[in-house]
């Protein structure tokens, strides 16, 4: 079974700092990789997804996430962070012909002003 | 409506009872999800509809969990005789397709 780590807990950062949230999985073959956001009190919402061809991919909000194959990872970074991104962050892992995804722990990010 | 809908928003049941969570995913999407989310455990996979079919029920924990899903659109996730454990917020999602899944707000079980 395929697993998703995500190695910070808790992150807190003050405004404008720079952000990256690191997260690995364990499944060796082609995998589709996502972040997903939640704002406190809302639902969760897609950040950014990779399927394939530029492992540098860029989301909403001045996000971006960068697909290391060899290192099995996935790390969202973000330079320069908002009060705003205060959020519960979670990495998602789908292996290509199954219809579901893998979660992470989470990362509870809080930024203070 | 424009998102997806789950009801009720918030439960609290005893330890024993029945509970009935129900999804209702935006018009069309043919595929239907059920996570469950605890606190400092992430999202753990429930079930996976396609259609009124599950070709996924790996995740439900128990038989006591159950899920059914009709004319391609409402879902009911069913958790009998419910234990403190199953304390979690129960997320349903749907989608056309796994380029984007849309989250519903979730419905918060508390069991007592």
């Known amino acids: 079974a395929q697993s998703v780590s995500q190695h910070n807990h808790h992150v807190i950062l003050s405004e404008a700092a720079s952000l990256e949230l690191g997260c690995n999985y364990s499944?060796?073959?082609?995998?589709?990789l996502f972040w997903y956001v939640q704002y406190p009190g809302q639902h969760l919402q897609l950040l950014l997804k990779?399927?394939?061809?530029?492992?540098l991919v860029k989301g909403i909000k001045g996000f971006e996430a960068e697909f290391i194959k060899s290192k099995f990872s996935f790390n969202l970074r973000k330079p320069s962070v908002q009060w705003s991104d205060t959020a519960e962050y979670f990495c998602a892992v789908n292996i290509p012909g199954y219809s579901t995804l893998t979660f992470g722990k989470g990362t509870m990010l809080l930024v203070s002003p | 409506g424009a998102g997806v809908s789950q009801s009720p928003s918030n439960k609290v049941t005893e330890k024993g009872k029945d509970v009935e969570l129900r999804c209702d995913p935006i018009?069309?999407?043919?595929?239907l999800y059920w996570y469950r989310q605890s606190l400092g455990q992430g999202l753990e996979f429930l079930i996976y509809?396609?259609?009124?079919?599950?070709?996924?029920k790996s995740g439900l924990p128990s038989d006591r969990f159950s899920a059914e899903r009709t004319g391609g659109s409402v879902s009911t996730l069913t958790i009998q005789r419910t234990q403190q454990e199953d304390s979690a917020v129960y997320l349903c999602a749907s989608s056309l397709s796994l380029n984007t899944i849309y989250f519903g707000e979730g419905s918060w079980l508390t069991v007592v």
């Open positions: 990779y399927f394939s061809g530029d492992p």
């Open positions: 499944y060796g073959g082609t995998v589709n």
């Open positions: 018009s069309g999407h043919t595929a």
């Open positions: 509809f396609q259609g009124n079919s599950a070709p996924d």
